[in-house]
């Protein structure tokens, strides 16, 4: 199968009612997880890299690794996805990487040169048939944005944005922000707004900082040595209420950093001795698998990967034209 857009993807899980988690990877250990995940069951996966991850790697290595997947799953419809692109000449740089998909991120500007630029992200990478999912609002807790620290997005403003820019995904903020702690209370989401969106439109939504935040995970940490007080994130039935609702694509990358420090603390912990890097690493990279596998079964992904012919980045182009 050849690389798939987030077009195609998404387009197919918004019709099923299903979404496509967003994992995150900075290494081998973690993209060989969420590879291992998908085979087993049977996903379409969306592999995505920040700018961070970009540099961490050099920009040559996660490439790699990324058509490493490829080419190791020719089953499995993947895309892969640039998360969180800040500039115009990231964008660029991931398509010339050969990512097919790429999320230009100018939630933080104003309404006006979020569109601008967005367009002109648009405009250059629908010339490879390349996806783009951009945000409107700023992510945070549905507390921060009673002080008016965050903007939860404003529905009327999120059709505006989608005809003024021709996106192919938009990243919603509902109040939902990244890390390790994202409620200080009980976790609330703005699904109304998901709702409203999903009522008056074609465009498949992201729900960015999705992480769950795992309680075992946590005192699995804590017990062995770390320190990760207060630590909240959003319950996996809310995630399945907003996914019911129109969420087609949801992010995830806190769990997998969790999964991996609880597991080596806890080789470490035991195992005093253990040196060998594959001895803490390899463990780490199965508890992630079984971790992703368990999100794409409650995300409705298992099953899917068969569900349709993946079309090539050529095809996808002559869609836009
Ligand atoms: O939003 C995505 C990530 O969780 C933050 O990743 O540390 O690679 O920028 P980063
Ligand atoms: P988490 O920090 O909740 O994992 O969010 C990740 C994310 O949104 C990546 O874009
Ligand atoms: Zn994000």
Known sequence: MPIATLRQVLGEAKRKKYAVGGFNANNM??????????????????????????KYTNFVYIKHLMLAALEENPALPIVLHLDHGESFETVKKAIGLGFSSVMIDASHKSFGRNVKLTKKVVGYAHRFGVSVEAELGTLGGIEEH??????LTDPKQAVEFVNRTGIDALAVAIGTSHGAYKFKRKPRLALGIVKEIAKGGSIPLVMHGSSSIPLKLRQQINRCGGRMPNAKGVPISSIRKAIKYGISKVNVDSDSRMVITATVRKVFKKYPGKFDPREYLGPAREEMAKLIASKMRAFGTAGRAKDYRVISLKEAKKRYY
């Open 29 to 54: 250990e973690q993209v060989q997880a969420i590879m291992l995940a998908a085979q087993k069951t049977k996903s379409p996966v969306i592999l995505q890299a920040t700018e961070g991850a970009l």
């Open 146 to 151: 009673v002080r008016g620290k965050v903007k």
